[in-house]
């Protein structure tokens, strides 16, 4: 999760939580006088946090979950101090949660959270601005009425946001006020898991953790090349969206975090987009008969590298050679199994550019019924007039013969 600790996207690491590669879970056995755990938990935690860069720009780190993590604070509590978990992620980024309880049933009371925002590690260009400590009512759904004596599970993941804070929880086991050292036998589900009809972890259900998928904003259009030598074989402007189904929302590339590169040859070419923030796009064109097309488009997301999403066998931005192919109109192409990416406002020519310029667009044919419209509005006027001057030539014939009857 190396660049999940550095900037990220909270939809990305998201993905990536959920994703193959997951991260471990953290374990702690906190340990009573008697050398008996009375509190017990282990915890998928994964922290993005909203940083102020050197630049006063802001930027998303996230703090993925250690598989280690020291709990030297921790207490199993009294009868007047409430037991605590307390956990240290490294680095001076400590999290903690308390308990309060009843006579059957137990819940958290409040999750700390603080960090350390000198850790360059986490924040490479954050503005050091000391530790800064969270404070929130620990997650309603997650850690509300767990029956005493049961071991409480709850794989379905679950997200809290405190201002620039959003901490997400997945896999958790926990149990408070562990009598004799006992961890219960019996489980009780959190409510989220019974009413999952699908198996849950690692897939995240699309409802989650906000009910509709928020859909981004469109993504601004960045111009692309590719050079073979000082001449460039290839270019094209396209803004782009990756719609992933485990994302929270689709993820738009930010031109100004992605570079291109790739190759041309006399049939093929191919451009490499490669965004800092969330991984590479690749696409590659095949020259046959005259014609150009996308022939194949492979993500592969940033830490995710070993699992791409690919099809080669698309066929679409068909134009002829020697000129460019353009579309004002969104497209999908679909990639893999619930994997798209949606462009918006693509010219492309990969190949025969000259002098760096792009040729004679070819358009789309879904951009027709866009030029439809004005066409039929001209043509009806053009109609219009051409009736307007024959009434205009017989109105004047009539009275010009009225005239010579006189
Ligand atoms: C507590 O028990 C564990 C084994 O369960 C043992 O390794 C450890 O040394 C014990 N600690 C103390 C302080 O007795
Ligand atoms: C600020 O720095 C970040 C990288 O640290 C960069 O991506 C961004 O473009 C910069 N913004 C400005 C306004 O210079
Ligand atoms: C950081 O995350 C927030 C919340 O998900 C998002 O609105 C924002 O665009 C992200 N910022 C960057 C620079 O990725
Ligand atoms: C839990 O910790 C918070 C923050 O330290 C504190 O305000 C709250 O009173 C504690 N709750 C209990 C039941 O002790
Ligand atoms: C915060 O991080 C810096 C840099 O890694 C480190 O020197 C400092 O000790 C950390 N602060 C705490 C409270 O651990
Ligand atoms: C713990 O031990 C006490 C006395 O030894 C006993 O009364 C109680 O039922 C035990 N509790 C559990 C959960 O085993
Ligand atoms: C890219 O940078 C330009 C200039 O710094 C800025 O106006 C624009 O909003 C940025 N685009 C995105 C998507 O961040
Ligand atoms: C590519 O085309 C050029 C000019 O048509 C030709 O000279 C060259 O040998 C071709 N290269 C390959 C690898 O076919
Ligand atoms: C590629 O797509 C075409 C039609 O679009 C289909 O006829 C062909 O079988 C496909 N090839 C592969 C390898 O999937
Ligand atoms: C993203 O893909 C899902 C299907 O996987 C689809 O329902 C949704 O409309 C798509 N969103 C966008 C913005 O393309």
Same mark, same amino acid.
């Given at each position: 999760?190396?660049?999940?600790?550095?900037?990220?996207?909270?939809?990305?690491?998201?993905?990536?939580?959920?994703? &193959? #590669?997951?991260?471990?879970?953290?374990?702690?056995?906190?340990?009573?006088?008697?050398?008996?755990?009375? #509190?017990?938990?282990?915890?998928?935690?994964?922290?993005?946090?909203?940083?102020?860069?050197?630049?006063?720009?802001?930027?998303?780190?996230? #703090?993925?979950?250690?598989? /280690?993590?020291?709990?030297?604070?921790?207490?199993?509590?009294?009868?007047?101090?409430?037991?605590?978990?307390?956990?240290?992620?490294?680095?001076?980024?400590?999290?903690?949660?308390?308990?309060?309880?009843?006579?059957?049933?137990?819940?958290?009371?409040?999750?700390?959270?603080?960090?350390?925002?000198?850790?360059?590690?986490?924040?490479?260009?954050?503005?050091?601005?000391?530790? &800064?400590?969270? /404070?929130?009512?620990?997650?309603?759904?997650?850690?509300?009425?767990?029956?005493?004596?049961?071991?409480?599970?709850?794989?379905?993941?679950?997200?809290?946001?405190?201002?620039?804070? &959003?901490?997400?929880?997945?896999?958790?086991?926990?149990?408070?006020?562990?009598?004799?050292?006992?961890?219960?036998?019996?489980?009780?589900?959190?409510?989220?898991?019974?009413?999952?009809?699908?198996?849950?972890?690692?897939?995240?259900?699309?409802?989650?953790?906000?009910?509709?998928?928020?859909?981004?904003?469109?993504?601004?259009?960045?111009?692309?090349? &590719?050079?073979?030598?000082?001449?460039?074989?290839? %270019?094209?402007?396209?803004?782009?969206?990756?719609?992933?189904?485990?994302?929270?929302?689709?993820?738009?590339?930010?031109?100004?975090?992605?570079?291109?590169?790739?190759?041309?040859?006399?049939?093929?070419?191919?451009?490499? %987009?490669?965004?800092?923030?969330?991984?590479?796009? /690749?696409?590659?064109?095949?020259?046959?008969?005259?014609?150009?097309? #996308?022939?194949?488009?492979?993500?592969?997301?940033?830490?995710?590298?070993? /699992?791409?999403?690919?099809?080669?066998?698309?066929?679409?931005?068909?134009?002829?050679?020697?000129?460019?192919?353009?579309?004002?109109?969104?497209?999908?192409?679909?990639?893999?199994?619930?994997?798209?990416?949606?462009?918006?406002?693509?010219?492309?020519?990969?190949?025969?550019?000259?002098?760096?310029?792009?040729?004679?667009?070819?358009?789309?044919?879904?951009?027709?019924?866009?030029?439809?419209?004005?066409?039929?509005?001209?043509?009806?006027?053009?109609?219009?007039?051409?009736?307007?001057?024959?009434?205009?030539?017989?109105?004047?014939?009539?009275?010009?013969?009225?005239?010579?009857?006189?």
């Amino acid at each position: 999760m190396a660049a999940c600790v550095r900037t990220f996207l909270l939809p990305i690491c998201l993905l990536l939580l959920f994703g &193959v #590669l997951q991260s471990k879970a953290w374990e702690v056995a906190v340990k009573d006088k008697a050398n008996k755990t009375c #509190l017990y938990a282990s915890i998928m935690l994964n922290i993005t946090i909203q940083y102020e860069t050197n630049n006063g720009s802001f930027n998303n780190a996230t #703090l993925a979950s250690p598989s /280690e993590v020291k709990h030297n604070g921790s207490r199993c509590g009294t009868a007047t101090l409430a037991p605590l978990l307390f956990v240290d992620l490294g680095r001076g980024h400590t999290w903690s949660l308390n308990f309060t309880r009843s006579n059957s049933s137990y819940e958290g009371n409040v999750i700390t959270f603080t960090y350390n925002t000198t850790d360059a590690e986490l924040f490479p260009d954050g503005k050091p601005n000391g530790t &800064v400590i969270t /404070e929130t009512p620990a997650v309603p759904q997650l850690f509300t009425s767990i029956p005493l004596k049961t071991k409480y599970k709850c794989n379905h993941p679950d997200l809290i946001q405190v201002d620039n804070v &959003v901490q997400i929880y997945w896999n958790v086991i926990l149990q408070a006020y562990i009598e004799n050292g006992t961890i219960g036998e019996n489980v009780t589900e959190c409510d989220a898991d019974l009413s999952t009809t699908a198996p849950p972890a690692p897939t995240i259900p699309a409802s989650t953790p906000a009910p509709t998928k928020p859909t981004p904003s469109k993504p601004s259009a960045g111009t692309y090349s &590719v050079k073979t030598g000082n001449e460039t074989c290839l %270019l094209a402007t396209m803004g782009l969206q990756l719609n992933v189904s485990q994302m929270r929302s689709p993820v738009n590339i930010n031109p100004n975090t992605t570079s291109s590169s790739g190759h041309c040859d006399n049939h093929t070419a191919t451009m490499v %987009l490669n965004d800092s923030n969330t991984g590479a796009i /690749e696409f590659g064109f095949v020259l046959a008969n005259g014609h150009f097309h #996308l022939e194949n488009v492979t993500i592969t997301l940033i830490d995710q590298p070993f /699992e791409s999403f690919a099809n080669n066998n698309l066929s679409y931005w068909d134009a002829t050679l020697g000129s460019s192919y353009m579309c004002l109109k969104q497209q999908t192409i679909g990639v893999g199994t619930n994997v798209s990416v949606n462009v918006f406002d693509v010219r492309v020519q990969p190949f025969q550019v000259k002098n760096g310029i792009f040729s004679t667009a070819q358009e789309c044919s879904l951009d027709d019924d866009g030029i439809l419209i004005p066409i039929i509005v001209g043509a009806s006027l053009a109609g219009l007039i051409v009736i307007i001057v024959i009434a205009y030539i017989i109105g004047r014939r009539k009275s010009y013969a009225g005239y010579h009857t006189l």
